[in-house]
Structure formats: structure tokens, C-alpha cells
């Protein structure tokens, strides 16, 4: 009766017993500890692959290039990074791409904390979709799509110098500058700043702040002593990854900065393929490197690496 029943059972349960016999002969009970290290080896592996690229660069940095056979010499030097740190080009360069990257995190957080809020604290369905669909959508249009929408809006025939002129006014060049490019970037940095602030307010319940009101507190101070502390995690996590992905932006700049407000990324394009340079490209990829690790490592030691939940400490 037993051999009947089981072969009357659909085929796709055989083969499900039979993928877990062999599962268990692969790894056995014995191995069940180490199952989260497992799944923790594509990460690893991708890492590796990711380092060992970095120490290539790194190689390729120390190489000074030969001018007379355009390729790089044998011999170890540090010319490639003297000239790039000591190039008054490349010191704006950086200086530029620091002080993007300070400002689009900025103004990123300034919109984006209003509008994660609203859409956590929004009680109408409609509302709460509404936002979900308006934060999704950029991301199904690319960046570079998006950098030429902006040339659409703010080019000398696009639609705002176009109302000027309908109002009578001059026209004004509101791309290729620096202006320009933040505007661009704030724009493609927002969406990634509310999905990491949005799940750091959720976690502040509403009986939070009914009590701190309840107790003579005001929304402002309830906002400012109470909302602002306990979403730290979300502001700091949106701060790493909008001031690094400023930092080492190509498009906006390309695009919107028309070649005038280059960023590191945009001078290591050109080390490598404009100049043929790949020992300079190098030094300045590496230099970009320390940049985005230092910032991190910074905003860690002054804001503390339990904000994004290391340990049970620091909230």
C-alpha cells in the first residue's frame, strides 16, 4: 500500500526528495552551523575580485609613463601621484568634487528627510502611493536620459528660457556651470536618500512623538529633540551613499558640466584614454579611493558605527 501511495504522488515531489538526498550528502547535518557562511561566499568572492582590481590600479600607479614608447616603465616612483597632487588642474579637480559631494548631501537630506517623512507618516492610501510611484519612477529612467532632460529644461531654447522670453526677459545659461551640475545631482541622489531614510522613520513610532508632544513639547523641538536623534541610522547611511556617489559621478558632470566642472571621475576617464596614461588614471583612482574611504571612516568615528545597527549600543 505504501509503494502505491508514494507512486501516485505528483513527480515534482520525487525530484524535490531527491535534489534534498543529494543536498544532504553535499552538506551534511554536521555542516548545518557554517550554512550562513555559505551563503556569505558570492559576497566574499565579488569582494575579492573588487580587491584584486584595486591592487592592480594600485600596481599600475607606481608606473610612470615613458613618452617615448608610451608605455609604462619598469621602475617603481611616486611621479604619477606628485604630479597629480601638485598639478594646480587636478587640486581644483578635487577640491570641486569634494565640495560637490558636500553640497548635493546637503540639499539631498534637506528634501529628502521632508519627503521620506511624509510618505511614512501619510494616512491616505492614495497619498502613500502616490509618493511610492513619484520615488520609483527616476530609477526606471538612467541617469544619462535624465542629465538630458535637464539639457531639455535649462538649455538656451528649453522650457524656462522659453518663459523668459515670453515674459520678456533675457536669457540666461543655466548649463555647462556648477550650478548646474549639483542641480542635476541632487535631482538623481534623492531617490536614494528617502529609501534609506524611509525604514529609519518608520522605525520611530507615532506614540513617540504623541508623547514628547504630550509633554509640553512643540513639533519643532518634538522634530529636533526626538525625530532628528532616533533617525540618525537613516542619515547616516544616506550621507555615505550620496556624498560617495557625488564624489565619483561621471555623467552629471560630462553632461550638464559641459567639460568645464570635471569631477576625479571624469579626469581618470581622460588620464586613461585621452592621455593614453593608464599610470596617472591609476594615481587618480587611488586618490579617489582614499577620499570616499577617509569620508566614511570619518563620519564613523564622529557619528559612531552603531547608528547602522553594528551593536546594540549606539542608536
Excluded at 592592480?56 to 614608447?69: F, N, R, V
Excluded at 506614540?207 to 547616516?236: C, I, Q, Y
Amino acid at each position: 500500500m505504501a509503494s502505491n501511495s508514494s507512486s501516485k504522488l505528483p513527480r515534482r515531489w520525487h525530484l524535490f526528495d531527491i535534489a534534498e538526498r543529494n543536498a544532504a550528502a553535499l552538506w551534511p547535518k554536521t555542516m548545518h552551523r557554517y550554512s550562513g557562511y555559505l551563503l556569505l561566499v558570492p559576497a566574499i568572492l565579488l569582494v575579492f575580485v573588487l580587491v584584486l582590481g584595486l591592487v592592480y590600479i594600485g600596481g599600475y600607479s607606481l608606473h610612470e609613463l615613458d613618452l617615448a614608447t608610451y608605455r609604462l616603465k619598469e621602475t617603481f616612483s611616486l611621479t604619477n601621484y606628485s604630479a597629480a597632487l601638485t598639478s594646480t588642474t587636478y587640486q581644483s579637480v578635487v577640491l570641486r568634487s569634494i565640495g560637490a559631494s558636500i553640497l548635493v548631501t546637503f540639499f539631498t537630506l534637506l528634501l529628502a528627510f521632508p519627503y521620506a517623512y511624509l510618505m511614512v507618516r501619510a494616512r491616505q492610501a492614495a497619498t502613500k502611493k502616490f509618493l511610492l510611484i513619484s520615488l520609483f519612477l527616476p530609477f526606471f529612467i538612467g541617469q544619462i536620459v535624465r542629465a538630458y532632460g535637464w539639457l531639455i529644461i535649462l538649455g538656451q531654447e528649453g522650457l524656462i528660457n522659453t518663459l523668459f522670453a515670453g515674459l520678456g526677459l533675457p536669457a540666461m545659461d543655466l548649463i555647462y556651470n556648477y550650478p548646474a551640475v549639483i542641480l542635476g545631482l541632487v535631482q538623481y541622489m534623492l531617490p536614494f536618500a528617502v529609501l534609506l531614510l524611509a525604514p529609519a522613520i518608520t522605525a520611530i513610532g507615532r506614540d513617540v512623538e504623541l508623547a514628547s508632544e504630550s509633554l509640553g513639547a512643540n513639533w519643532m523641538r518634538t522634530f529636533l529633540h526626538v525625530v532628528l536623534p532616533m533617525a540618525k541610522p537613516g542619515l547616516v547611511g544616506s550621507s555615505v551613499v550620496v556624498f560617495t556617489l557625488t564624489l565619483t559621478d561621471f555623467a552629471m558632470p560630462e553632461i550638464l558640466g559641459g567639460g568645464t566642472t570635471d569631477f576625479i571621475a571624469n579626469a581618470i576617464y581622460d588620464g586613461f584614454f585621452q592621455l593614453s596614461n593608464s599610470g596617472l588614471g591609476s594615481a587618480l583612482a587611488m586618490i579617489l579611493v582614499t577620499l570616499g574611504t577617509a569620508f566614511v571612516v570619518i563620519l564613523f568615528f564622529l557619528a559612531g558605527t552603531g547608528t547602522l545597527g553594528f551593536n546594540g549600543r549606539e542608536q
